[in-house]
């Protein structure tokens, strides 16, 4: 027997139906007349519940027909939804057909337990220098992605998709969570251009979508990563931008079922929804989910709620700064402020350690001298500082990398540095081995004798 | 990332005070070079009032004079080059001007070989003593009189003559010049009748004051009549003496006033560097103190 909606308020929707037929939490409900998809979020009294509707409510009336479907939200799962782009409840949005007849998964499930977890740290190739050699990835780890607009994000994002799918054959799910709906046009565009679309899916719940729907995409984007994982048993790269906007859209639906604000105006479930999603990004001995998640800093304060409870998850930071980006060095990764939790002699070993602590202690001497060579000059700097600097340079330029993704725009042919090489390459720097050579021969290369 | 306010307001203080120091060793240089210039001043007609005295002995005494030039030095005697640095940097490009000039004196004219090394300034030391032996140095002499620097010079100068440890002397100093200064070497040494007057035309300031110096040679005027105690050639030999200290004198404060003169400017140039950072500093500093009270107010309001 269907439910009729007794109460309207925004995207909030209420279903009244009868008391042996309640609906369970999570449900999802569907209004026949406009093609609409409620969640239920919480039972008022038996038989009537709350819902949030996944578009907009326009038209909605009360008394209106609302059907169970007896099955959480779901998304389509399978090799077909490569290169495809969908909505938050699994519809293409790419104007390439429908997907018919395909396995859906239901996007609310548990994390994975203790033992299929895999303890073991791998690190991830990501045939970037600057990010293997100074803030290794793990396999089924988490990064944060700082960064503004214009710094290169995307690039970088689709380089480390294309580099996943050269090295691992992987795949990469790309979930597009309460950003702009044009950046994520672009995106597609780009994509096709660099012909790193095929093993991409891509997920979006943009800004002009209701709260729930866009709260849900970012775990519509884990669904699909766990079913690459755990089906296809591949090494998955999940890219979430932004994670902001997905607390941020929390935050909104907390508010819409009348739950009270904690700290900063946020939901009191925040850390809950942040754990309920980073918990399924794991490896398990089928594969694994890597996630690079974009993270929008309110007021550049990072003591703010939202980043703060993100970066208790991360495992690495790539912090993208705008003063390298002017220097031209493309990725734009500020080594300084960027960190990962793998950088240890344990993971890593001896080696790459000592070279990537060096390579820091370097930079961060550098950073130093700055302030005195921008007041006297560089030629009141003593002999070794000089040394430093000079290398500094070279070290900063070394970081630069010509992208697959980017060869049509800078006519450079893209390189993929295996981290051997980039250890080695980094400690003959450091040693003194590439003192005569200028800083010109390490900008934009793989390695410098290539 | 977010920088501590604490950690500005501690940059903005620094660079406060630097800008204090920057004004006040520029100030301190552009005296100090003045002073330098003056005693200059005072040297230049002096010179050529020996010269003046030498030319118009020779020219009387042609035959008791003829000998004194005829002096042998030891031919298998190395080259000296003086190299005159600064002791505490702060000056710019200065020092590494004088630095390209000798290994290019030393690499190029020498061929890398026979050579003794006298390094006047500590950075100067600091930085050859890496590379070569150093036969003799002079440190911390910026505070000293450049007088007894000259006349210290000029003793160990005249031992390693007498030992015939040398038979070239080079000096890589700076030149005064329209616009600043020049680095250039000079051989000082040896140098006889022809060769003292064009010395002499080199190491006067290329600046405008002595732009129309030039030595005159006394021989169409009346020569004044001498009576030389005890001989000629002793007396003669103690005027050449002389005019080669006051050559290295001037040599040496010239030196000096170049690195006062590009101190001061250095300086000058650090304090606008200075004010710039600082100003971009205090920007920084408001725009974090401005957030604060934002973010004070937004959370009275919720």
Redesign the interface.
Known sequence: MNGKIIQIIGTVVDVEFEEDNTPFIYEVLLIKEKNLLLEVESILSPGRVRCLAFENTDGLYRGMEVERTKKKLSVPVGLEVLGRTLNTYGETIDNKGKLNNIERWEVIKPAPNFEKQNPKIEILETGIKVIDLLMPVIKGGKVGLFGGAGVGKTVLLMELIHNIAYKYQGYSIFAGVGERTREGNELILEMEESGVINNVTMIFGQMNEVPAARFRTAFAGVTLAEYFRDKEKKDVLLFIDNIFRFVQAGSEVSSLLGRSPSA??YQPTLATEIGMLQERINSTSDGSITSFEAIYVP????TDPAPATTFSHLDSTI?LSREIAELGIYPAIDPL?SNSIALDPKIIGDKHYKVAIEIQKILQKYQELK?II????I??LS?DDKLIVYRARKIQKYLSQPFFVAESYTGREGKYVELNNTIIEFEKLINGDYDNLSEDDFYMKGIVNE | ??VSSQKIKKKIKFLNN?QKITKSVSLISAVRFQKKLTVVRRIIPNIFYFLNIFYSIIEKYPEETKMIFEKKVNEKGKNLIIVVSSDR??S?????LIFKKTRDLIDSELNNENFLLGIIGQKGV??FK?LYQLEFFFYKFENFLPENLARELFNYINVLLNRGKIKNIYFVRSNLTFSGFIVESLKIFPYDIKTIEELIDKIIPKMKEWEKLKFESPIKKNLTDYIFEPNIRLTLNVLLRNLFFLILYTLILESQAALELTRTI?MK??NE??KK?KNKTILEYNKLRQ?KIT?ELI?LL?
Do not use: H, P
């Not at chain 2, 710019?92 to 590494?96: E, K, L, R, V």
């Open positions: 900063v105006g007021a550049d304060d990072i912090v402020q302030d921008a007041i006297l000059g030629d009141e002999d | 990332m977010k630097f940097g702060l710019g490009s200065f020092d590494q600091n930085y890496k250095t140039r650090a560097n200075a950072i957030e973010e959370d919720r």
